[in-house]
């Protein structure tokens, strides 16, 4: 796979340090992998982003953001509030194109959920992937709800013919309940695709050097990991 898009069921649910974990991963591997953030909101100018966030922990060579809007909103809702040009997806599928001529993985880290609005005519991240014809990622929050949130996700994916590889888990908690627990089994009948790993909560702050070492054993081996959903399952399920 040269791009894969990452997206989640919602916000702040853990998609930027899965991709950090995809890219740790890759570039461990030999190979070479850009980040490509469509629309970055919420951040000042000068402060780092997501891509730049997946660059530091990762070691990625190639972090793009193409937007940047000041509100922490919608990208659509937050470039008109800041009168400023939305992102569209052919202007997202057009770089992910030229970047994937120049590495082995473009990873393509949506904003929000997969239907949340990039610009006035409603176009998507599901919009973008569909133009490029990428798989998509579903990242999911472990506890209560997830499994509503993660078949609309799917649901939505199937009815755009858009490929889904499968569903990671973006923070699982060092206590998990038993709504976290029993959703392991779960979250892959409501997807209808596999679960691919799950990050556990906290990933983030760890150095550099720990995230990347520890990277492979959060992802499944289709992703390049060494994590399995059987061996996980043995020592979390109830």
């Known amino acids: 796979m040269t791009v894969i898009?990452?997206?989640?069921?919602?916000?702040e649910i853990g998609k930027t340090i899965v991709t950090a974990a995809l890219a740790a991963v890759a570039t461990a591997?030999?190979?070479?992998?850009?980040?490509l953030k469509p629309a970055q909101?919420?951040?000042?100018?000068?402060?780092a982003g997501d891509a730049d966030?997946?660059?530091?922990?990762?070691?990625?060579?190639?972090g793009v953001e193409l937007a940047r809007f000041p509100e922490p909103l919608a990208p659509g809702t937050a470039a008109r509030r800041a009168g400023m040009a939305p992102?569209?997806?052919?202007?997202?599928?057009?770089?992910?194109?030229?970047?994937?001529e120049e590495h082995d993985l473009v990873l393509v880290e949506g904003a929000g959920g997969l239907l949340v609005r990039f610009d006035e005519e409603g176009g998507t991240l599901a919009d973008a992937a569909g133009l490029l014809g990428a798989p998509v990622l579903v990242v999911a929050p472990a506890g209560l709800g997830t499994l509503n949130s993660t078949a609309l996700t799917a649901e939505a994916l199937r009815a755009r013919g858009i490929p889904q590889l499968g569903v990671v888990v973006g923070s699982w908690p060092a206590d998990p309940d038993l709504a976290a627990r029993c959703n392991l089994a779960d979250l892959p009948e409501a997807a209808g695709a596999p679960l691919l790993g799950a990050v556990p909560s906290g990933a983030g702050a760890l150095s550099p050097e720990a995230f990347r070492a520890a990277a492979a054993g959060w992802l499944?081996?289709?992703?390049?990991?060494?994590?399995?959903?059987?061996?996980?399952?043995?020592?979390?399920?109830?």
């Open 5 to 11: 898009v990452v997206t989640g069921t919602g916000t």
């Open 220 to 238: 499944a081996p289709v992703l390049g990991g060494t994590w399995t959903a059987a061996e996980f399952a043995a020592t979390a399920r109830p």
């Open 41 to 47: 909101t919420g951040v000042a100018p000068g402060e």
């Open 29 to 35: 591997d030999g190979r070479s992998v850009a980040v």
């Open 53 to 62: 966030e997946v660059v530091r922990l990762s070691g990625a060579v190639t």
């Open 87 to 100: 992102v569209r997806p052919d202007e997202v599928a057009a770089v992910a194109r030229k970047l994937a």
